[in-house]
Nanobody
Framework: QLQASGGGLVQAGGSLRLSCVVS????????MGWFRQAPGTEREFVAT????????RYADSVMGRFTISRDNDKKTTYLQMNTLKPEDTAVYYC????????????????????WGQGTLVTVSS
């Protein structure tokens, strides 16, 4: 089970940190990803991190502003979001992908096995 939290209302230029706690299973066996979905749009990739945390990928739209990280001891992955823009407004979902240790993390939502319930981020202009 994945539980995302940390969303809220923030002004443009502000910051938020999302958290996703994984209960049950072996957290260290999963690559973790963040996706988002704005009203009327399809779910899109935001960021992903490998099992070890040594490899990360970002969507071009968030590169340099967002940072994904993980703490395997706490079974938690984080998404630090800085310099937020109104276009970042969306429901953010965390997801877990059961992969081998050396696998590069995927940007494809269809590769992920488990999903959290989502947390709403609203950025006002």
């Amino acid at each position: 089970q994945l539980q995302a939290s940390g969303g809220g209302l923030v002004q443009a230029g502000g910051s938020l940190r999302l958290s996703c706690v994984v209960s049950g299973g072996m957290f260290s066996r999963y690559a973790m990803g963040w996706f988002r979905q704005a009203p009327g749009t399809e779910r899109e990739f935001v960021a992903t991190i490998s099992r070890s945390g040594g490899s990360t990928r970002y969507a071009d739209s968030v590169m340099g502003r967002f940072t994904i990280s993980r703490d395997n001891d706490k079974k938690t992955t984080y998404l630090q979001m800085n310099t937020l823009k109104p276009e970042d407004t969306a429901v953010y979902y965390c997801a877990a992908d059961h992969v081998i240790l050396t696998a590069k993390p995927s940007e494809l939502a269809s590769d992920y096995d488990y999903w959290g319930q989502g947390t709403l981020v609203t950025v006002s202009s």
